[in-house]
């Protein structure tokens, strides 16, 4: 029943994210043009230097507009579906509360990642051309010099490394979108526990959670990064060393992140199990 969920999650916020990201492809294409041309002194129209300044300015604002949409529904389909009217529906059909809530969770953690990735790589190219970097030549430069630094990569023995500092952010910058999301559904299912006032609870609620777990990941932040001398930090003798020592802080911010992910969704479920008033 859980894959029925996420395809109608899947089909309801793909309406909205995919002419959003669309969107925001089509003003990245065009900023990349209007930049090439405002650096190479294509035109001296004063109207058309207006206009390409323009597509500057709406691309920011497409990169900007695209992140707060994607949390925005994010917010808002967990609220209209489970904490309003649609939520009598939601609470009859024979699924858990824990497919309901890992529906929108799934769903909302896809669309992070992929308004990351589009937004990283729509950057990344304006950025090349605005740069005046040709990409082949970029990528032919790099794949020339590969075999020398995939060498010293080995004789120095970073490779283990790189992939313990890269696994751990990946971990924890997943899990930390995870956090995100289970922190505004855990303050969201708080404040409709009671009869009024739910809108302003649930802000309440979400500004409690937020200092409530501030100072636990603080204190275990400090717990795990008073094991890491300041000298072992600040002068590493390698570059393995250095890897090393950052992935083990980035697995403290992770157990951190872990905690709360388990507090929060705990929180959320048994809100909407036992306390939930939709009235």
């Given at each position: 029943?859980l894959?029925?969920?996420?395809?109608?999650?899947?089909?309801?916020?793909?309406?909205?994210?995919l002419?959003?990201?669309?969107?925001?492809?089509?003003?990245?294409?065009?900023?990349?043009?209007?930049?090439?041309?405002?650096?190479?002194?294509?035109?001296?129209?004063?109207?058309?230097?207006?206009?390409?300044?323009?597509?500057?300015?709406?691309?920011?604002?497409?990169?900007?507009?695209?992140?707060?949409?994607?949390?925005?529904?994010?917010?808002?389909?967990?609220y209209?579906?489970?904490?309003?009217?649609?939520?009598?529906?939601?609470?009859?059909?024979?699924?858990?509360?824990?497919?309901?809530?890992?529906s929108?969770?799934?769903?909302?953690?896809?669309w992070f990642?992929?308004t990351?990735?589009?937004?990283?790589?729509?950057?990344?190219?304006?950025?090349?051309?605005?740069?005046?970097?040709n990409?082949?030549?970029?990528?032919?430069?790099?794949?020339?010099?590969?075999?020398?630094?995939?060498?010293?990569?080995?004789?120095?023995?970073?490779?283990?490394s790189?992939?313990k500092?890269f696994?751990a952010?990946a971990?924890?910058?997943?899990?930390?979108?995870?956090?995100?999301?289970?922190?505004?559904?855990?303050a969201?299912?708080?404040?409709?526990?009671?009869?009024?006032?739910?809108?302003?609870?649930?802000?309440?609620?979400?500004?409690?959670?937020s200092?409530?777990?501030?100072?636990?990941?603080t204190?275990?932040?400090?717990?795990?990064?008073?094991?890491?001398?300041?000298?072992?930090?600040l002068?590493?003798?390698?570059?393995?060393?250095?890897?090393?020592?950052l992935?083990?802080?980035?697995?403290?911010?992770?157990?951190?992140?872990l905690?709360?992910a388990?507090?929060l969704?705990?929180?959320?479920v048994?809100?909407?199990?036992?306390?939930?008033?939709?009235?």
């Amino acid at each position: 029943m859980l894959g029925k969920l996420l395809k109608q999650e899947f089909r309801a916020t793909g309406r909205i994210m995919l002419p959003v990201l669309g969107a925001l492809i089509v003003l990245a294409f065009l900023a990349s043009l209007s930049g090439s041309g405002l650096i190479n002194g294509v035109t001296d129209v004063p109207v058309l230097r207006f206009l390409m300044g323009m597509i500057e300015f709406l691309f920011g604002i497409g990169v900007v507009a695209a992140g707060v949409v994607t949390v925005v529904i994010m917010i808002s389909r967990f609220y209209r579906n489970l904490l309003q009217d649609e939520g009598y529906l939601m609470f009859t059909l024979p699924v858990s509360v824990h497919e309901l809530v890992w529906s929108k969770l799934i769903v909302a953690l896809v669309w992070f990642l992929v308004t990351g990735i589009v937004i990283f790589l729509v950057m990344g190219l304006l950025g090349l051309v605005l740069s005046r970097t040709n990409l082949v030549d970029l990528m032919a430069e790099f794949s020339s010099d590969w075999e020398e630094i995939w060498s010293q990569i080995v004789s120095e023995g970073l490779l283990a490394s790189f992939r313990k500092f890269f696994l751990a952010g990946a971990v924890c910058t997943l899990l930390g979108t995870v956090c995100t999301c289970l922190h505004f559904y855990a303050a969201m299912a708080m404040g409709h526990m009671f009869n009024k006032h739910k809108i302003l609870l649930s802000i309440v609620f979400f500004v409690l959670i937020s200092i409530a777990f501030s100072l636990m990941t603080t204190s275990l932040n400090m717990a795990g990064f008073s094991q890491i001398s300041e000298n072992e930090f600040l002068y590493a003798e390698s570059m393995a060393l250095l890897f090393n020592t950052l992935s083990r802080m980035l697995w403290w911010l992770t157990l951190s992140e872990l905690v709360q992910a388990a507090v929060l969704y705990l929180a959320t479920v048994l809100c909407l199990k036992r306390g939930l008033n939709l009235a």
